[in-house]
């Protein structure tokens, strides 16, 4: 597999989270505003160490996670990170992604799902890629809609949570309407 190269936007790179990005990823991705919609929420640094040490190295590796982290060209840096999850079905892949709030409502997120998804269908060759997303989180499934996605599924008290249970919505997009 050849080394990943970094997708770049007018004002983001993202290229794969490394142990130097820990720091920075358990600044945002600890606070309950960022986590309550989320399955990860850090709760020390060692915990970050964790979730870097159990992502795959490269992408297109199925049944893993890559995490790409999401940064400004002006100083580069991490303001959030974007995940890839290559599926067993080597044919489909799923998206998710994480801005700190002070860089939210600032279109990064839909800025850096878009080379995304177009390296997932052109370059990894994927036929379908989803998004799961709480139905509470109105600002993601705004995006996902954005991205040409469409709501599939809706599954009640799919999660548990802290504090009970929670839905799960799932978003997709077929290759030939990315395409479109």
Not at 4 to 10: A, I, M, N, V
Not at 158 to 177: K, N, V
Request: net charge negative.
């Amino acid at each position: 597999m050849p080394h990943f190269k970094p997708l770049q936007t007018s004002r983001l790179v993202l290229r794969p989270l490394t142990g130097d990005d820990a720091d920075d990823l358990f600044a945002y991705r600890s606070l309950e505003e960022v986590s309550r919609y989320q399955g990860f929420r850090p709760r020390t640094l060692s915990d970050v160490h964790g979730f870097l040490a159990g992502l795959s190295p490269r992408p297109d590796v199925p049944d893993t996670w890559f995490q790409l982290g999401i940064r400004t060209r002006e100083d580069d840096h991490l303001i959030g990170d974007l995940g890839i999850h290559f599926l067993s079905d080597s044919d489909q892949a799923e998206i998710g992604f994480t801005l700190a709030p002070s860089q939210q409502k600032k279109g990064y997120a839909l800025e850096a799902a878009r080379p995304v998804l177009s390296a997932l269908f052109s370059e990894w060759k994927k036929h379908r890629v989803i998004a799961s997303v709480d139905p509470r989180n109105e600002a993601s499934i705004r995006l996902l809609l954005k991205l040409g996605m469409r709501k599939e599924a809706h599954f009640r008290k799919r999660f548990r949570l802290e504090d009970g249970w929670g839905d799960d919505c799932i978003y997709a997009i077929l290759e030939e309407e990315w395409l479109k």
